[in-house]
């Protein structure tokens, strides 16, 4: 399984961002589907999740309202809506996949088994 991310690149705040992660393999129907970011000097931390169906969505805190996930699991795709970008948002974005069916989707980085290789996101201010 790989998993490809791809649409960061350099905004300006308040401008919007649509990230997408590609998933090869099989079975993407059956990963619940998360979206996390490190920032220079930070930590990995969890952004979005999305279960297998698509029924479910969680955020964190610092998102909700301006970030949206979402998938097509005809096209194996998974992506994140991003408006109002913050210079705060600037990180590197990863997608992941978790073979698990968790209902909601995991936030700790360990439930996943799967990960992208990021691409970069700058907000500039």
């Known amino acids: 399984v790989q998993l490809q991310a791809s649409g960061g690149g350099l905004v300006y705040a308040g401008d919007s961002l649509r990230l997408s992660c590609a998933v090869s393999g099989h079975s993407f129907g059956t990963y619940v589907m998360g979206w996390f970011r490190q920032a220079p000097g930070k930590e990995r931390e969890f952004v979005a999740g999305?279960?297998?169906?698509?029924?479910?969505?969680n955020y964190a805190d610092s998102v909700k309202g301006r970030f949206t996930v979402s998938r097509d699991n005809n096209h194996d795709t998974v992506y994140l809506q991003m408006n109002s970008l913050k210079p705060e948002d600037t990180a590197v974005y990863y997608c992941?996949?978790?073979?698990?069916?968790?209902?909601?989707?995991?936030?700790?980085?360990?439930?996943?088994?799967?990960w992208g290789q990021g691409t970069l996101v700058t907000v500039s201010s």
């Open positions: 999305i279960t297998r169906g698509g029924k479910s969505t």
């Open positions: 992941a996949g978790d073979v698990s069916p968790r209902f909601p989707a995991a936030q700790a980085m360990g439930a996943y088994d799967y």
